[in-house]
């Protein structure tokens, strides 16, 4: 499954009998799946097959997406108000019994009698209408592929930086594995040393307790466990790439675990070797973590 970076833009427009519409949709980074609606007045029937599409198809983002629709050609019709027609009418039938001779009613003047017509824009029939409303819901399934397809494109060009930066985590952590500080050897003869200093400082000190202490202080510095645990996320995190889909949370927790394994290699570290490479480790965890932000 493809990644998908959570950033992207799509635009479907078409024409359908005397409508136009255009879709717009932006997407940026979010928590989860953040859709903002916006339909014209009359489409909100729309509103649930649209959200459905949108969250077959994403999982994270916030969505801005907003329909427009116009009508290219206007038309008018006349509507009779029956009602008032029948009241007019029947008054004219009461008062002609009382009015000799009276004139014949013109179709000008009845017209102009008001309330009796009204004149406004045509509405379309059921199947126009259904017409227009299974185009816009295309063109809406359309803009979500053009965006699914710019997120996919950015997501795999993210996929290759962070691909990238596991690598540099990995060099990082081999390269403090296989520092000579960590040697047995030379771990040895730094304790000799700091301990000769010692007794010769404070002979009365207790050799047998002193030892213990270095011994105990020997077993704080060791950096294994920090290290297996690094190669351990690496593995893990390449396994989280080479899945795909919707993996943005899981590789944060990732950094997560890589920072703390960073930060326990530089307070423990005794060499100026493995510190600056624990402090170059932990720029490029949190580079890799920014990268991660953005990733469905």
């Not at 992207?8 to 519409?21: C, L, N, Y």
């Not at 995190?237 to 920072?259: H, T, V, Y």
């Amino acid at each position: 499954m493809a990644l998908q970076s959570m950033t992207g833009f799509a635009r479907s427009e078409g024409t359908v009998g005397r409508h136009r519409w255009s879709w717009e949709f932006r997407s940026v980074n979010g928590k989860g799946l953040d859709l903002r609606l916006r339909l014209p007045p009359g489409l909100e029937l729309l509103e649930t097959e649209c959200r459905r599409l949108a969250g077959a198809a994403f999982s994270r983002g916030n969505l801005q997406i907003q329909l427009t629709v116009s009508v290219s050609e206007n038309r008018i019709e006349a509507v009779l108000n029956e009602d008032a027609l029948a009241a007019v009418l029947g008054l004219r039938s009461r008062l002609g019994a009382e009015i000799v001779d009276p004139a014949p009613m013109r179709l000008d003047a009845l017209l102009s009698i008001r309330g009796l017509v009204d004149f406004r824009e045509a509405e379309d029939d059921s199947d126009a209408i259904a017409a227009r409303d299974a185009a816009i819901v295309e063109g809406f399934a359309a803009a979500i592929a053009g965006l699914r397809s710019m997120r996919e494109s950015e997501g795999e060009a993210l996929g290759d930086v962070l691909s990238a930066q596991i690598n540099r985590i990995e060099e990082l952590t081999l390269q403090v594995e296989n520092d000579p500080s960590r040697t047995t050897e030379e771990i040895a003869r730094k304790l000799e040393g700091q301990m000769a200093a010692l007794m010769e400082a404070a002979p009365s000190l207790d050799r047998e307790r002193l030892y213990a202490e270095a011994a105990l202080i020997a077993t704080k510095a060791d950096l294994r466990e920090e290290l297996d645990r690094l190669k351990a996320h690496v593995a893990a995190a390449r396994s989280l790439l080479a899945a795909g889909g919707p993996i943005g949370r899981k590789l944060d927790f990732m950094a997560q675990e890589f920072n703390r394994e960073s930060n326990t290699i530089c307070s423990k570290s005794n060499a100026v070797a493995v510190t600056a490479a624990g402090i170059e480790l932990k720029v490029v965890i949190d580079q890799f973590r920014e990268q991660v932000q953005n990733l469905e």
